[in-house]
């Protein structure tokens, strides 16, 4: 009989391992502190680019947000900023938002505060070196978030920690088609998780995402969407 507490237990440890799981890795999740994943107007899309800047990839793309006057943000890797200061510039001035992804992209899970002060700390260095400004939004590698991080970013005075409602499973090379199929999904209201970069490498393959979005931005522009920046949408 002295077995079925000790299983009690077990299950009881296995539960909450896989709801500490959840909070870490889950975009819904705020089990570890508030974060932001829409935009509060259904009229609204939030598109975010992770893992830039990227000279092959980013011209391109604010090109095209151009065309269709869409303001988005930009979450940045500092080392990447480091290698295209004048991309990183470029997209600033073009009116879009800048944002941290840490300097080295690790996954901050189990990181201790020290050293998930010194990755953002990396990073807002290297971006505010190139384009002036000093991001106050960050986005964690991955998404994976642990108990320590929201009270690292109050501290610094960040604005917030940004996840996202949709996205596009775009970080890896591949046709445009399966990301058009899912960005069907986003909706206006949503903030909408893309790639223009990859952590791996600084010249990244994300044409697909271009792509995908040429064949998008016309159609949630004629369906009444407009596109906010993270700066645009909380002043």
């Known amino acids: 009989m002295q077995l079925l507490p000790v299983l009690a237990s077990a299950g009881g440890v296995?539960?909450?391992?896989?709801?500490?799981?959840?909070?870490?890795?889950a975009p819904s999740s705020q089990l570890f502190g508030s974060t932001i994943r829409h935009t509060g107007d259904a009229s609204a899309m939030a598109l975010t680019f992770d893992d830039g800047p990227n000279p092959s990839v980013t011209p391109a793309l604010l090109d095209l947000l151009d065309r269709y006057q869409a303001k988005a943000t930009f979450f940045l890797i500092g080392g990447w900023v480091r290698k295209a200061p004048a991309l990183a510039r470029?997209?600033?001035?073009?009116?879009?938002?800048v944002g941290n992804h840490t300097d080295t992209h690790p996954a901050l899970t189990f990181r201790p505060a020290r050293q998930i002060v010194r990755e953002l700390d990396g990073c807002d260095d290297a971006i505010e070196a190139a384009t002036g400004q000093k991001p106050r939004w960050m986005r964690p590698p991955f998404g994976f978030r642990g108990p320590q991080l929201a009270g690292v970013v109050r501290r610094r005075g960040g604005a917030g920690v940004v996840m996202w409602s949709a996205w596009a499973w775009d970080w890896k090379p591949q046709p445009a088609e399966p990301v058009i199929q899912r960005l069907r999904r986003a909706r206006g209201g949503d903030i909408v998780l893309l790639h223009d970069g990859d952590h791996r490498v600084p010249e990244g393959d994300r044409r697909h995402?271009?792509?995908a979005l040429e064949y998008w931005?016309?159609?949630w522009k004629d369906a009444g969407i407009h596109f906010v920046s993270l700066d645009g949408l909380h002043k």
């Not at 296995?14 to 890795?25: D, E, F, R, S, Y």
């Not at 997209?91 to 938002?97: M, N, Q, S, V």
């Open 209 to 211: 995402t271009v792509a």
């Open 217 to 219: 931005l016309p159609r």
């Open 90 to 97: 470029e997209i600033a001035e073009r009116g879009h938002t």
């Open 14 to 25: 296995c539960a909450a391992g896989g709801i500490l799981a959840w909070g870490a890795v």
